[in-house]
């Protein structure tokens, strides 16, 4: 790992983005990296592929497995899983297998429109 200079500040955490079903849609959650980088993020949105033989599954673990070697780096920074509709399946089955390494899940959180607008103050249209 490179000698980091003397003004260097750790991350507040490593969030691993993982988009939808379709191939190339990163870019769906740009506007999310954005704000996680302003808020002093280190953020990883790797492009993965639902119809590939293993259904994505090597490229999100592999994922996975580069955030987690980032945060050892870094000490003690934590990593969350972000995942946008399918994406977000597959980060909810993560966090629910218990066979998973590293296994430390420490919550769940969703946001769906009805739970949005009711969080809102607003009637759900």
């Not at 954005?34 to 949105?45: D, E, G, I, T």
């Not at 639902?50 to 070697?69: I, M, P, Q």
Request: aromatic fraction near 4%.
């Amino acid at each position: 790992m490179p000698e980091k200079s003397a003004g260097y500040a750790a991350p507040r955490a490593i969030a691993l983005l993982w988009h939808g079903r379709g191939p190339n849609e990163g870019h769906v959650l740009d506007t999310l990296a954005a704000a996680l980088r302003r808020q002093s993020c280190s953020v990883l949105a790797p492009d993965w592929d639902s119809s590939a033989a293993d259904d994505g599954e090597g490229a999100l673990r592999a994922s996975l497995a580069e955030a987690f070697r980032l945060a050892g780096g870094e000490g003690d920074v934590p990593v969350v899983v972000v995942g946008w509709s399918l994406g977000g399946t597959a980060a909810l089955s993560l966090a629910l297998d218990a066979s998973s390494e590293p296994s430390a899940a420490q919550g769940l959180a969703a946001a769906v429109r009805a739970v949005d607008a009711a969080l809102a103050g607003q009637r759900n249209a």
